[in-house]
């Protein structure tokens, strides 16, 4: 069974941050692009925060997010990981995780004024 486990989310306050990690089990995704949406409350649409090419030289970011989310690519151990800083609260949302067409399941981040 081929999955995708994000982890990393939670409560933090403007202005902190927090590292979500993405884990593939079942195949390998050497050769995906991976990356990370997000979707707002309210029934907002999920939109693209970052993403990464699967040799992870080239990385594309939101506009919304240039500068203060980084995200990476560690092949040892078939991770992708989304290091968010400077956080702000209209960066709440449930992050999900895609390689390729797979996707997670979300982990949910809240950033409280």
């Known amino acids: 069974q081929v999955q995708l486990v994000e982890s990393g989310g939670g409560l933090v306050q403007v202005g902190g941050s927090l590292r979500l990690s993405c884990a593939a089990s079942?195949?390998?995704?050497?050769?995906?692009?991976w990356g990370w949406f997000r979707q707002a409350p309210g029934g907002k649409e999920r939109e693209f925060v970052a993403?990464?090419?699967?040799?992870?030289?080239?990385?594309h970011y939101a506009d919304s997010v240039k500068g203060r989310f980084a995200i990476s690519r560690h092949r040892d151990n078939n991770t992708v990981s989304l290091q968010m800083n400077n956080l702000k609260p209209a960066d709440t949302a449930v992050y999900y995780c895609y390689a390729g067409p797979q996707w997670g399941q979300g982990t949910q981040v809240t950033v409280s004024s």
């Open positions: 079942g195949r390998a995704f050497s050769s995906y692009n």
């Open positions: 993403s990464i090419n699967w040799s992870g030289g080239s990385t």
